[in-house]
T-cell receptor, first 114, second 114 residues
């Protein structure tokens, strides 16, 4: 049974470039979450979707960040333009099914913006 | 405004002894609590949870205690093993029965010495 899949696992880019992170949730889960982990702020929720609809995007730092969920099996988090302070590990998580409140995390994308 | 706090950034325990990780919360609307474990370069993995209608939940070596009046929960690991060395996050939700967002603490790094 595949868990949450994220790609790429590592991304190094230059300031000003567009970055797209991808996530495939666990099949059958109806909620998807994007988190960012930094040393300073810990694990913070950026946005979450329920049934492909964005429910709460209050954690999205600024307009440079956008997220989409075109269908139940795919989501993207885009940063345009990227800045060095965006360097962090970005996690995707999904939940639903029997234990609906338990979120299952992907392995994360480590982003470095130079 | 940190609603979930883990005041001890690190904890060191001898193998075979008990590890106690603590977590405090401020929001009285929280009604579901979870503990996650995170190894380096991996996403957080779900460990154990507890609903606010209970004060204890046990799963093998792991027990979570909830003290609602003190707004405090703790995770006990008995006996501790070197493989338990990881970062432990507590998380809380105010959406019992629904798939809502989790608020995470800053994490406690546990080191279990052989």
């Amino acid at each position: 049974d595949a868990g949450v899949i994220q790609s790429p696992r590592h991304e190094v880019t230059e300031m000003g470039q567009e970055v797209t992170l991808r996530c495939k949730p666990i099949s059958g889960h109806n909620s998807l979450f994007w988190y960012r982990q930094t040393m300073m702020r810990g694990l913070e929720l950026l946005i979450y979707f329920n049934n492909n609809v964005p429910i709460d995007d209050s954690g999205m730092p600024e307009d440079r960040f956008s997220a989409k969920m075109p269908n139940a099996s795919f989501s993207t988090l885009k940063i345009q333009p990227s800045e060095p302070r965006d360097s962090a590990v970005y996690f995707c998580a999904s939940s639903g099914g029997t234990y609906s409140e338990t979120q299952y995390f992907g392995p994360g994308t480590r982003l470095l913006v130079l | 405004d940190q609603q979930v706090k883990q005041n001890s950034p690190s904890l060191s325990v001898q193998e075979g002894r008990i590890s106690i990780l603590n977590c405090d919360y401020t929001n009285s609307m929280f009604d579901y609590f979870l503990w996650y474990k995170k190894y380096p370069a991996e996403g957080p993995t779900f460990l154990i949870s507890i609903s606010s209608i209970k004060d204890k939940n046990e799963d093998g070596r792991f027990t979570v205690f909830l003290n609602k009046s003190a707004k405090h929960l703790s995770l006990h690991i008995v006996p501790s093993q070197p493989g338990d060395s990881a970062v432990y996050f507590c998380a809380a939700s105010a959406s019992s029965g629904n798939t809502g967002k989790l608020i995470f603490g800053q994490g406690t790094t546990l080191q279990v010495k052989p």
